[in-house]
C-alpha cells in the first residue's frame, strides 16, 4: 500500500468534523491516520465542538488544538497547509453551504478555499435518506464532484434492525487521498 511521502517532516491531513451523531467515533479516523503516517489536525464545526465528541480525547490524540473559530490577524497559523483534507462525518447542512459557497465557519471557509488550491478532497456524509431525497442536496452533490471532491458511499446514520448501526467507513476517507 503506497503511503503518503514523507517531505519536511510527515505530510499534513486536516480532518473536517461536522456535527452528526457518528463524530463520536471520530478517533477511529485519526487512529487510521496516524497508523497511515498522517499528522493529524481537526476542525469542527461550532455545533459538532458542542458535545458531539470527546474534545479533550482528540486534542490529546493528534497533540494540536481543535480548530473551529477564525484565528486574530496577529496570530500565525495554527495548523500547517494540509496536504490532504477529510470531511467526516460530513452533514446534510455542510455540504449544501459549502456547494454553495458559504464560508460563515472556519470548516467551510477552509473546504471552500482548499478545494479551489487543488488540494484532494475526501467526503464521507452522514445524512438521513430523507434529507438526502432533497434536490439542493443532490445538487450540491453533482457540483462538489464537479469541483473534484471525492465521495466515499452514502451513510444514513439510521440503525438497522436490531438496533445496531452500521459501521462507519473512516478508512475510506483516507483511500480517497492516498497519494498514487
Ligand atoms: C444527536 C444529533 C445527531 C445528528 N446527526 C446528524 C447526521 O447524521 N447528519 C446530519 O446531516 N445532521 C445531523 N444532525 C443535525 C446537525 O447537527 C445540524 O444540521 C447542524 O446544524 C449541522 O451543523 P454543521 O453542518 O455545521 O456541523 C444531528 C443532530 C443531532 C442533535
Redesign the pocket.
Known amino acids: 500500500m503506497t503511503e503518503p511521502a514523507e517531505q519536511h517532516g510527515k505530510p499534513f491531513l486536516c480532518a473536517v468534523v ?5 463524530a463520536a467515533d471520530v478517533s477511529k479516523l485519526i487512529t487510521a491516520a496516524q497508523e497511515r503516517n498522517w499528522e493529524v489536525g481537526v476542525i469542527a ?4 465542538l458542542n458535545g458531539f465528541f470527546d474534545t479533550a480525547a482528540v486534542e490529546a490524540q493528534t497533540g494540536r488544538p481543535i480548530r473551529s473559530a477564525w484565528r486574530t490577524p496577529g496570530e500565525p497559523r495554527p495548523f500547517p497547509a494540509p496536504d490532504a483534507v477529510v470531511v467526516a ?1 460530513a ?4 455540504l449544501n453551504k459549502w456547494a454553495a459557497g458559504i464560508a460563515d ?1 472556519l ?1 467551510l471557509a477552509t473546504l471552500c478555499e482548499t478545494a479551489g488550491l487543488g488540494v484532494p478532497i475526501a467526503v464521507l456524509p ?3 435518506d430523507a ?1 438526502a431525497a432533497h434536490p439542493a442536496y443532490r445538487e450540491s452533490l453533482r457540483r462538489l464532484r464537479g469541483m473534484g471532491v471525492r465521495f466515499g458511499d452514502p451513510y444514513t ?1 439510521e440503525t438497522e434492525p436490531g438496533g445496531a448501526r452500521p459501521e462507519f467507513g473512516w478508512e475510506r476517507a483516507l483511500d480517497l487521498v492516498r497519494p498514487g
Not at 45 to 48: D, E, F, G, L, Q
Open positions: 461536522c456535527a452528526a451523531g457518528v464545526t461550532p455545533v459538532a462525518p452533514t446534510f447542512n455542510t465557519t470548516a452522514c445524512v438521513a434529507l446514520g
